[in-house]
């Protein structure tokens, strides 16, 4: 789990291969998925503007939160 920006506050990984993004309130906001890899590891970018996340094998993604950029193995 990591905190983050105001427009996703929390983010959580799962073993499943993907991470959600929560509201304050509870909300699902929306779901990431990496290629169904557990997911170990997120964090932030330092901006804000994009979320890390890493996977058990030593897989990662950087997904940005800006929708004219591209996520990044």
């Given at each position: 789990m990591a905190c983050g920006p105001a427009e996703a506050p929390?983010?959580?990984a799962s073993r499943d291969g993907?991470?959600?993004f929560w509201s304050a309130a509870g909300s699902l906001l929306q779901?990431?998925?990496l290629d169904g890899?557990?997911?170990t590891r997120v964090a932030?970018?330092?901006d804000g503007k994009a979320l890390a996340a890493g996977g058990g094998e030593?897989?990662?993604v950087l997904w940005p939160l800006d929708p004219n950029e591209e996520a990044r193995p």
């Amino acid at each position: 789990m990591a905190c983050g920006p105001a427009e996703a506050p929390i983010v959580t990984a799962s073993r499943d291969g993907t991470a959600a993004f929560w509201s304050a309130a509870g909300s699902l906001l929306q779901v990431l998925e990496l290629d169904g890899q557990p997911l170990t590891r997120v964090a932030w970018r330092s901006d804000g503007k994009a979320l890390a996340a890493g996977g058990g094998e030593g897989d990662w993604v950087l997904w940005p939160l800006d929708p004219n950029e591209e996520a990044r193995p």
